[in-house]
């Protein structure tokens, strides 16, 4: 990861290199990145602007550049990331406007507004009517942008940003009940989200060294 000047302003630029067979497994479901790929050759540019990149997106790269797992599982972990890293980049190049966005500048910092309330303290469950209220939005405007921006609902992402704090926590040597009392689950609740989500139970879990 390094630092660009462009136009002026300072951005931080992540590059990431995949293998002709990597890209080839999700080529078959994006026959317009196929097409580009054998009409450009193997470098095109996705946008001739530098932007910011969304949310849902800024935190896969932090999980691939803050990974904590322990060594055996690591290979495993970067490999799956990786692969929703180019199926979002192949979704993005296959759209006919990349950058023409369902919802206005201004809605996007409301919803952003909504997302850090959401993470001051995951122990809070806000309904959609409080957010909504909160950053000043119609409640089903604001239900619609929301999860345009971060791919699922206010819930869906407030349990999601509580189970990978708790995920790490247990990998940290937290017992179950100490995760849950500081992420806002109950400890049944968070032993089945948690295999759910990661195919093993909190107890199987090896704490990291």
Not at 1 to 28: E, I, N, W
Not at 33 to 50: A, I
Not at 96 to 101: E, Q
Not at 164 to 183: F, Q, S
Request: charged fraction near 25%; glycine fraction near 4%.
């Amino acid at each position: 990861m390094d630092t660009r000047l462009y136009a002026g302003k300072h951005y931080q630029a992540l590059t990431v290199h995949f293998t002709p067979s990597f890209v080839a497994r999700l080529l078959p479901l994006f026959p317009v990145v196929d097409k580009k790929l054998q009409s450009e050759g193997t470098v095109f540019l996705l946008q001739e602007t530098v932007c910011a990149i969304d949310h849902e997106l800024n935190r896969l790269v932090q999980s691939i550049l803050t990974c904590r797992y322990e060594p055996a599982w690591r290979e495993h972990f970067f490999d799956s990331r990786a692969e929703e890293l180019l199926f979002k980049f192949n979704v993005a190049i296959s759209r006919d406007d990349p950058l023409k966005f369902p919802y206005t500048a201004a809605e996007l910092e409301k919803v952003v507004a909504a997302e850090k309330l959401i993470c001051q303290d995951i122990t809070k469950h806000f309904i959609i009517r409080q957010l909504s209220r909160m950053v000043l939005m119609n409640e089903a405007r604001f239900k619609m942008v929301f999860k345009n921006v971060f791919d699922v609902g206010p819930y869906e992402y407030l349990r999601k940003i509580r189970l990978e704090k708790a995920a790490d926590m247990i990998a940290g040597g937290c017992l179950v009940k100490e995760a849950a009392a500081a992420t806002g689950w109950r400890p049944t609740d968070l032993i089945v989200a948690y295999r759910e989500r990661y195919g093993i139970t909190p107890g199987q879990q090896k704490p990291r060294k």
